[in-house]
C-alpha cells in the first residue's frame, strides 16, 4: 500500500478499465473521484461508495462543473488526472464523414485536453501532480478500418509527449499507457457507433465489413492474448505512485511485439504485418 494517499479524477469509470482502476486504487487507500457519462452509471458508483461526478467529455461546461466540484471537495487540491473515457470509431478512412471523425476527437482528444487544461492550476500551485493518458497500442502503429481511432491516439500520443517537454521541473509527470487488447464493452460500444455513422450498402468495403460486424458483436474475446483491465490497473498503480514514473507503459504481448517491430521493420514490412494480424480489417 502506497505510504501517501492520493487524489485521483478518473474518467471513463461505467466499465472496463476505468471501473476496474478506480476499484483498484480506492481498495489501496486512494481518495477516488469516479465519473461517467450516463447518470444511471454514475449511480452505480455511488452505491460502490465512490465521490462521483457526471461527465461528458464533448461538453466543455460539463468538464467545468466536474473541476469545480472536485477543487470544492478537495481544496482546491488534486494530485492526479486518469484520462480513459473513449470509444472507437471503426470504418474505413474514405466512409467517414467529416462529423463522425470531430465526434471521435471531441471524446477521445479534445475532451482530455480541456479537462488535463482545467487541472494543471492546481497541480501547479500545489508543486506536484501526475497526469496519465490511456492511449493505446494504436498510438503507434495503425490497423486498417480502425482510421478514427488511430488518428485520435496518434494525436494524443504527440500531445501528450509535448506536454511532457514542456512540464519538465514541474513535479507533474505525464505518462502513456498503452494497452492492446483488454476486456471490456470497447466492442460493443464500437459496433453502435459503427451502426450510427458508416452505411456499409453504399462502401466498396461491404465484404470487410460484413467481416468486421461479425467480430464486433461476438461474445466473448475474439482477439488473441486480451487481458483482464487488471492489466491497466497494474501499470497506473506504477505511474500514480512510483517516485520515477515512466514516460510510457506497455501492456499486453501485441503492444510490446508492435513496439518491437516498428524499431526492425521497414513500413512496407511493417503494412504486411499490421494487415495480416487485423485481417486486412476484417478482425
Avoid at 96 to 105: I, K
Avoid at 121 to 130: H, L, T
Avoid at 198 to 217: F, G, N, V
Avoid at 218 to 247: D, Q
Wanted: positive net charge; hydrophobic residues 40%; aromatic residues 8%.
Amino acid at each position: 500500500m502506497p505510504e501517501t494517499p492520493r487524489t485521483i479524477l478518473i474518467t471513463g469509470c461505467s466499465s472496463g478499465i476505468g471501473l476496474c482502476v478506480a476499484q483498484g486504487l480506492k481498495a489501496r487507500g486512494h481518495r477516488v473521484f469516479a465519473t461517467a457519462r450516463r447518470p444511471e452509471d454514475v449511480g452505480m458508483l455511488e452505491k460502490e461508495g465512490f465521490e462521483a461526478f457526471p461527465l461528458d467529455l464533448t461538453c466543455s461546461t460539463s468538464i467545468q462543473q466536474t473541476v469545480e466540484q472536485v477543487m470544492s471537495a478537495t481544496e482546491g487540491r488534486l494530485y492526479a488526472l486518469f484520462n480513459n473515457g473513449a470509444y472507437g470509431q471503426v470504418g474505413a478512412v474514405e466512409d467517414l464523414s467529416r462529423d463522425a471523425l470531430r465526434a471521435q476527437f471531441e471524446t477521445n482528444l479534445f475532451g482530455w485536453h480541456e479537462l488535463t487544461c482545467a487541472v494543471l492550476p492546481a497541480m501547479r500551485r500545489q508543486g506536484e501532480g501526475r497526469i496519465i493518458q490511456n492511449s493505446s497500442v494504436l498510438g503507434f502503429v495503425a490497423m486498417a478500418y480502425r482510421g478514427a481511432y488511430n488518428a485520435s491516439k496518434f494525436a494524443l500520443e504527440g500531445l501528450t509527449d509535448t506536454l511532457r517537454l514542456e512540464l519538465r521541473g514541474t513535479h507533474i509527470h505525464v505518462s502513456l499507457i498503452e494497452p492492446g487488447p483488454i476486456e471490456s464493452r470497447f466492442r460493443a460500444n464500437a459496433y453502435l457507433m459503427f451502426k450510427k455513422h458508416i452505411d456499409p450498402s453504399a462502401s466498396p468495403h461491404r465484404a470487410q465489413y460484413k467481416a468486421m460486424e461479425a467480430r464486433l458483436t461476438k461474445k466473448g474475446p475474439v482477439v488473441p492474448f486480451t487481458l483482464p483491465p487488471e492489466a491497466v490497473l497494474k501499470r497506473v498503480i506504477h505511474a500514480l505512485e512510483s517516485p520515477r514514473p515512466k514516460a510510457r507503459y506497455y501492456v499486453t504481448f501485441p503492444t510490446y511485439l508492435f513496439g518491437t517491430l516498428k524499431r526492425l521493420l521497414s513500413t512496407r514490412m511493417l503494412d504486411r504485418v499490421l494487415l495480416k494480424t487485423s485481417g486486412g480489417g476484417s478482425r
